[in-house]
């Protein structure tokens, strides 16, 4: 997964793609021998932080992307 640099303007598409991993790396089933949930959750966090929320993505087009992969409830 490319990540987004600080010096371009991110599109949907490329933030769609990156929340789609961070959706993946969260829900991904099973848990891999000797993976707790905790586990699962901070390796996720570390993607977001590390791909998503340091890329100085703008709101609006965060929020398009959260709404078209959020997973339904």
Same mark, same amino acid.
């Given at each position: 997964?490319? #990540? =987004? ?36 959750? =901070? ?5 977001? #932080?590390?791909? =998503? ?10 929020? #398009? ?9």
């Amino acid at each position: 997964m490319e #990540k =987004i640099t600080s010096n371009e303007e991110p599109s949907l598409n490329s933030v769609v793609r990156l929340l789609s991993e961070y959706f993946w790396l969260l829900n991904q089933q099973p848990l891999d021998a000797g993976e707790t949930w905790e586990d699962r959750q =901070i390796s996720a966090g570390h993607f977001y #932080k590390d791909n =998503i929320a340091d890329a100085n993505i703008p709101h609006d087009v965060l929020a #398009k992307a959260f709404y078209l992969v959020s997973p339904e409830e």
